[in-house]
């Protein structure tokens, strides 16, 4: 089946390199990670998602701040991620 979907132009660029490196096509690349996507479980993914919150709140407790900085919420997190 043929769709179109639209693509920031950063990740249309990297997916095209990683293609080529990999000797695949956009297409591949693209099912590939759906595929994977679709066969992870959730819980692997909530999972995930902890671990690196946990390291990331780690990180950023040993770094400038002199007291843990404690538990952050969502948003909190992503903010401080886009630091790095």
């Not at 780690?58 to 701040?65: D, I, M, V, W, Y």
Request: charged residues 35%; positive net charge; proline residues 4%.
């Amino acid at each position: 089946m043929k769709t179109t979907i639209d693509l920031p132009e950063e990740i249309f660029h990297r997916a095209k390199i990683v293609a080529a490196q990999r000797k695949t096509t956009l297409k591949e690349l693209v099912i590939s990670g759906l595929t994977h996507a679709l066969d992870t479980p959730p819980e692997d993914q909530e999972s995930k998602r902890s671990e690196r919150a946990a390291r990331l709140i780690e990180t950023l407790s040993k770094g400038r701040n002199k007291e843990s900085i404690g538990r952050l919420n969502r948003d909190e997190l992503h903010d401080r991620q886009q630091l790095f």
